[in-house]
Antibody, heavy 120, light 111 residues
Framework: EVQLVESGGGLVQPGGSLRLSCAAS????????MNWVRQAPGKGLEWVSY????????YYADSVKGRFTISRDSARNSLYLQMNSLRAEDTAVYYC?????????????WGQGSLVTVSS | QSALTQPASVSGSPGQSITISCTGT?????????VSWYQQHPGKAPKLMIY???NRPSGVSNRFSGSKSGNTASLTISGLQAEDEADYYC???????????FGGGTKLTVL
């Protein structure tokens, strides 16, 4: 069974940092492209970042570019999102999501989400 | 403001069919066959219903279908059921520096 489990969320002050982790199981992690998607309270979905299966290709949303860093560790079957210079508008539930093989933008498995709250 | 435009809400009665539209531009929806649709129930993670415009993942009911014409993609749900009541989001690959864009979401109410 495919499982994605996020961790690392919590309350952080504006300007602070946080690192999210996503533990993957039930599939061959290093064969899949992965993404982070967030959802602010009561709002819609917002794509945040993408990393290819090899880790060689990375994309970011303009809203997080220069502040967030996506990475992966195939030995640990884990995906990460390092978030620096956090702002109030980064408050959201952050989901890791697996991309459908051989396409772009279809996310077939999602974690349960990790809540990040940026507030003083 | 979302990059893709969806109606805020749609409704239908059990057994009826409804269609949710998703309008973009030639740089996203109109230019590529990489439109996906997601269903999200309150407090739950999104679920993929359609990818690559019209493909259904394994396990998704054939009551859900997708299509595209020009810059507008559509999700049609036939034989509406109470459990279909949820928020629905479209997404598309985009030529811009942002890889993927989502629509603002549509709340489906089953009357």
């Amino acid at each position: 069974e495919v499982q994605l489990v996020e961790s690392g969320g919590g309350l952080v002050q504006p300007g602070g940092s946080l690192r999210l982790s996503c533990a993957a199981s039930g599939f061959t992690f290093n064969m899949y492209n992965m993404n982070w998607v967030r959802q602010a309270p009561g709002k819609g979905l917002e794509w945040v970042s993408y990393i290819s299966s090899s880790g060689s290709t990375i994309y970011y949303a303009d809203s997080v570019k220069g502040r967030f860093t996506i990475s992966r560790d195939s030995a640990r079957n884990s995906l990460y999102l390092q978030m620096n210079s956090l702002r109030a508008e980064d408050t959201a539930v952050y989901y890791c999501a697996r991309a459908v093989v051989a396409t772009i933008g279809g996310f077939d498995y999602w974690g349960q989400g990790s809540l990040v709250t940026v507030s003083s | 403001q979302s990059a893709l435009t969806q109606p805020a809400s749609v409704s239908g009665s059990p057994g009826q069919s409804i269609t949710i539209s998703c309008t973009g531009t030639s740089s996203d929806v109109g230019g590529y066959n990489y439109v996906s649709w997601y269903q999200q129930h309150p407090g739950k993670a999104p679920k993929l219903m359609i990818y690559d415009v019209s493909n259904r993942p394994s396990g998704v009911s054939n009551r859900f279908s997708g299509s595209k014409s020009g810059n507008t993609a559509s999700l049609t749900i036939s034989g509406l059921q109470a459990e279909d009541e949820a928020d629905y989001y479209c997404s598309s690959y985009t030529l811009s520096s942002t890889l993927v864009v989502f629509g603002g979401g549509t709340k489906l109410t089953v009357l």
